[in-house]
């Protein structure tokens, strides 16, 4: 087996620095390497950014800008009373059992119960309109 103090450098694995500008007599004289004319051949230029186009337009000054506002707050899902008739009299129905009972999408995050027409007695667990609060208190339910 080999030990750390057996190891050796290859002899190829160890290159003299390349020297440029220094003569002809050196190999790298002349354009030192640099080739013929150009910008790259300049002084003070070593290598482009990643978003240079080569001096046209770039791209990304193509674009127009988008205008106008994004808002990040969630906007809630309106569902109407009259789709809580699947519920059973006295059942509790929050986003969890509205999700369950397929009414809203899983990837719902907020919803508000808006006006329409039930006979149950429901326990509301969400934010709800005025009008539907009246409706559920009329059947003897109760908006928690």
Do not use: C, W
Request: charged content about 25%.
């Amino acid at each position: 087996m080999i030990k750390l103090h057996q190891l050796k450098k290859h002899p190829k694995s160890v290159r003299r620095r390349k020297v440029v500008g220094r003569g002809l007599g050196s190999g790298h004289g002349t354009y030192a390497t640099r080739g013929n004319k150009g910008q790259t051949k300049r002084t003070g230029h070593s290598k482009m950014p990643a978003r240079f186009e080569g001096g046209r337009q770039p791209l990304i000054r193509q674009l127009p800008k988008l205008r106008g506002f994004k808002s990040l707050n969630v906007k809630p899902v309106a569902v109407s009373l009259s789709k809580l008739s699947i519920f059973e009299d006295g059942a509790t129905v929050d986003l969890a059992a509205l999700k369950g009972k397929g009414l809203v999408d899983i990837s719902v995050v907020k919803v508000k119960i808006l006006g329409g027409e039930t006979k149950k007695k429901l326990n509301i667990k969400l934010p709800i309109s005025a009008s539907a609060k009246a409706v559920i208190e009329q059947n003897g339910g109760q908006v928690l």
